[in-house]
């Protein structure tokens, strides 16, 4: 803890408290002067940065959350247990933050609720709401025990740990549906978006991008934890994290080439252009530089090429969702659409929001086991055994 | 029993008549600098595009299976036996899903107000329930517009087309776009002079993500069934690890894993 920590934390305090204050001032203009004022939105471009952004991707980073549950309680893989809390946090996190952001983009958020009662089984919006809601419901039940704990309340944790099994067979089960349905929800405009992101396997290819995107976040979260509250990492257990998102990578970037090929489009990303390069970008993000990566055993091994590779799998299919969203409809809408700095403001709050958030829960809420907390140094990752074993004592969140 | 509008653009002189009728059906402004735009738009939702001596009309086109009913979450737009695509906004939540869904890019958004609407041409509802023509039909004054029973109004078209083919395209857009709309349009030029897409799928889109949807009954239960006998099974195997004497502590190590 030299001087560096403290200049750094007073840095970070001030983009947070600026984030904060721009982000109060969109929305008190979002508010009193409605959509038109704030946004650049328009008749020709209807879904801006808060869909895209906000919701699309930040439905797809909580994915950690199903995808880590699934692991430790389903495939009873018991070594990544040590990771699940912080995991779930996020997760949880990520949806309410969805949950605000939708209530910024809706033009009458009162009416969120309609869902609930006005019902239209065809639409893929209706059962995305529907989902949305009732697994937030089941991330908060997840993630109840860390605070029921805290507080010593041990008959409702017995109750939610009676209750675990299912309610993380539930969260899967939504989970699989909702990261689906983001994609099933442009499939009904087959006119409208670029050859490059519209395919009949828009539903698989958003499912299988939120798992990877949810290993590689969990790969970028402990690593970022192990660095900001001075904890063990546990190298083996995100080594493990990075073979499989090679495999799940790999299954992807192969869907992907073979999907191109049969629809006639691989021969666009050899014209040059505005979609073509945002194409590359996302492609070289999100699979090949990842791959060339994470498939050498020294990268995986080491904790900043883990990082790296995790942070470019993330960037990567973050300009995935903003190229199927935002640049694969300014062709056929003929406009550019780029978000007014009150949108900015807004997306950078909730993003703050959600860090600061995520800090205030490990420091008050036991996120992290007490023995890692209180760990000084970084070790031998021979060290690890017995910190994982100490966790697996308080299984069953 | 279904009704529909038939546009014949070699029959329309530009009047505005339409424009005008159709804002004062529908309680919107109406004036000189509205008349000059020529674009849908909140408070325009029809027009007549000019190009030179040739004209075209463009309103909602009240789909036969339209986009927007389909992706609606809480069912505000609702296709009507009538013909007429209706919205309530009432129910409306303002996602604008119907506004990137709909193939001609129809619905337009109310950007400038607090507690913003949707709108639309919806083809009279109230005036089609009563057996009477749409406003813009009703005041057409070269039959340009014309209001009928959407199978008659076929025939018509493609009576025209027959009797005078150096008059037209050879194409009744509506008759096939997206699986039929309740709107068909003839015209001298070529569609695409006016922003028409001929490009379009001749099958309802709707069918496009209902197929996806339609599979949920089935996974919920057959998902739900893979992961509990998933868990079952790496359960059962940690019981019987333990109840065969393993060293339990190396398998908690190693996972499920072998």
């Known amino acids: 803890m030299g001087r560096g920590t403290i200049f750094r934390l007073t840095f970070w305090k001030l983009v947070f408290l600026f984030l904060m204050a721009a982000g109060l001032y969109a929305t008190f203009l979002r508010f009193t002067q409605g959509l038109g004022a704030s ?7 209807p879904w801006g940065i808060w869909i895209s952004f906000d919701v699309l991707c930040g439905v797809m980073l909580a994915a950690g959350g199903f995808t880590l549950t699934a692991t430790v309680h389903i495939l009873n893989i018991k070594r990544m247990h040590s990771i699940i809390r912080p995991t779930i946090l996020t997760a949880f996190l990520g949806y309410v933050l969805v949950c605000v ?65 299912p309610l993380v067979i539930c969260g899967v089960i939504l989970s699989t549906l909702h990261q ?47 660095k900001h509250f001075g904890l063990q990492l546990e190298l083996p257990v995100l080594e493990e994290l990075g073979r499989v998102l090679v495999v799940v990578l790999g299954v992807y970037g192969i869907l992907r080439l073979e999907d191109l090929w049969n629809r006639g489009a691989l021969k666009l990303a050899f014209h040059p252009g505005y979609e073509t390069s945002l194409f590359w970008l996302e492609i070289s993000l999100a699979i090949i530089l990842p791959l060339i990566l994470l498939s050498q055993p020294r990268v995986r091994s080491s904790p900043k090429g883990l990082y790296f590779s995790a942070v470019l799998v993330v ?62 140094t970084a070790s031998e990752p021979a060290e690890i055994v017995p910190v994982t074993a100490g966790v697996l004592e308080h299984a069953g969140d | 029993m279904s009704k529909a509008l038939l546009y014949d653009s070699t029959l329309c002189i530009g009047c505005k008549q339409c424009e005008q ?10 004036n000189d600098a509205v008349a000059g735009e020529e674009y849908q738009s909140a408070h325009k939702l029809t027009c007549i595009l000019s190009r030179g001596d040739k004209f075209m009309r463009r309103l909602c086109m009240n789909c036969q299976e339209p986009s927007c009913a389909s992706v609606c979450p809480v069912g505000a737009l609702k296709k009507t036996a009538l013909g007429p695509v209706t919205y309530d906004p009432s129910k409306c939540m303002g996602c604008r899903y119907c506004m990137v ?12 107000k607090l507690i913003p609407k949707v709108q639309k041409c919806v083809m009279c ?24 029973e959407r199978d008659e109004l076929i025939a018509e078209a493609q009576k025209r087309l027959h009797d005078n083919p150096g008059n037209y395209v050879s194409h009744i857009y509506g008759l096939e776009e997206v699986g039929g709309t309740s709107v068909l349009l003839l015209s001298a030029v070529p569609f695409e002079t006016f ?64």
Request: aromatic share 12%; proline share 7%.
């Open chain 1, 39 to 45: 946004t650049h939105l328009s008749d020709q471009f």
């Open chain 1, 101 to 165: 952001a939708l209530m910024y983009d809706l033009g009458k958020p009162y009416n969120i609720w309609h869902p609930l009662i006005m019902r239209n089984p065809h639409s893929v919006m209706f059962e995305v709401a529907y989902c949305v809601m009732l697994y937030t419901t089941v991330l908060a039940l997840e993630f109840s025990p860390i605070v029921l704990e805290r507080f010593n309340l041990q008959r409702p944790l017995k109750i939610v740990k009676k209750i675990l099994i």
């Open chain 1, 180 to 226: 689906s349905s983001l994609g099933t929800l442009y499939l009904i405009m087959p006119e409208k978006l670029h050859p490059f992101w519209y395919s009949p396997l828009l539903p698989v290819f958003f499912f299988l991008s939120a798992i990877a995107v949810g290993l590689a976040m969990t790969i970028f979260e402990s690593s970022m934890s192990a």
């Open chain 1, 315 to 376: 960037l990567g299919f973050i300009t995935n969702r903003m190229n199927v969203s935002i640049t694969g409809f300014e062709g056929s809408t003929g406009v550019r659409y780029f978000p007014k700095w009150s949108e900015l403001a807004v997306t950078g709050m909730i993003i703050g929001a959600g860090f600061a958030l995520f800090g205030l829960a490990v420091k008050y809420l036991p996120i992290f086991p007490k023995e890692e907390l209180a760990h000084e």
């Open chain 2, 21 to 30: 009728a159709c804002a004062t059906q529908n309680k919107l402004d109406y």
């Open chain 2, 101 to 112: 869904a709909c193939p001609f890019s129809v619905p337009k958004y109310e950007w400038g």
């Open chain 2, 125 to 148: 509802p109230d005036r089609v329930a009563q057996g009477k023509a749409t406003a813009c039909a009703e005041i057409c004054p070269t039959g340009a517009t014309k209001f009928g």
């Open chain 2, 195 to 258: 922003g028409y897409r001929t490009d379009i799928s001749k099958d309802p889109l709707p069918m496009l993500t209902y197929r996806v949807l339609s599979h949920i009954p089935d996974f919920v239960p057959l998902g739900g069934m893979a992961l509990g006998g998933l868990w079952w099974i790496t359960h059962r195997r940690e019981e019987v690890a333990l109840a065969e004497g393993r060293q339990t502590s190396s398998e908690k190590k190693n996972g499920g894993k072998r």
